[in-house]
């Protein structure tokens, strides 16, 4: 089976982005970072990808007059090269229903929290106020809605009395970091099949793979 083309998009350092093509270093993984994107040209993940042979591309949000222009020049470039999926790894630009339509079911993103519990911003700050004793990650197809779309993966991450939102959010990262390529390993070979809102996984390696998933060293 060929192996899935992926464009990773980015906005700065792209710590996620970064897990991605480790994983994909694997010669079993079934999917391909052929491209990271960016629309920053100061964006330091851009210098990873590039010294780990992985093409790079930089489509400047601030050379377009449009939202609808800039979104028509990305998908001429993926679809120039060939790209099948994309995953979203601090990106910091929201998509228009047009393009995420367009790319419907090709679009992945992580986000900070237990969806749908804490969409949006400042997630860490409002879990902790909320008095919540877990949050997590999640990795899900993207919808036009915010932080909206069927979930693939989660990690559960507990909230301790004395967190603080950078301390929470340093705990969460490191699960986002494994439970991302867990997700796209399992879109690329093909396991992953959405049934509505929901995701069903075909054949999985583990019985609790892309459930709540908490990984801790004695899992």
Known sequence: MAKLKVAVFISSRGSNMQSLVRASHDADFPAEIVSVLSNNPEAAGLKFAAENGIATHVIDHRDFETRADFEAEITRYLESAGIELICLAGFMRLLTAD?????????????????????????????????????????HYVRPEMDDGPIIAQ????????DTADALAARILEQEHLIYPLALKLVAARQVKIHGNRVLIENPDEPRAAMIYPHTEEA
Request: aromatic fraction near 8%.
């Open 155 to 162: 990690a559960v991450v507990p909230i301790l009395q004395e």
């Open 99 to 139: 393009f995420v339509n367009h790319w419907r079911d090709r679009i992945l993103n992580i986000h900070p929290s237990l969806l749908p519990a804490f969409k949006g911003l400042h997630v860490h700050e409002r879990a902790i106020e909320s008095g919540a004793r877990f949050t997590g990650c999640t990795v």
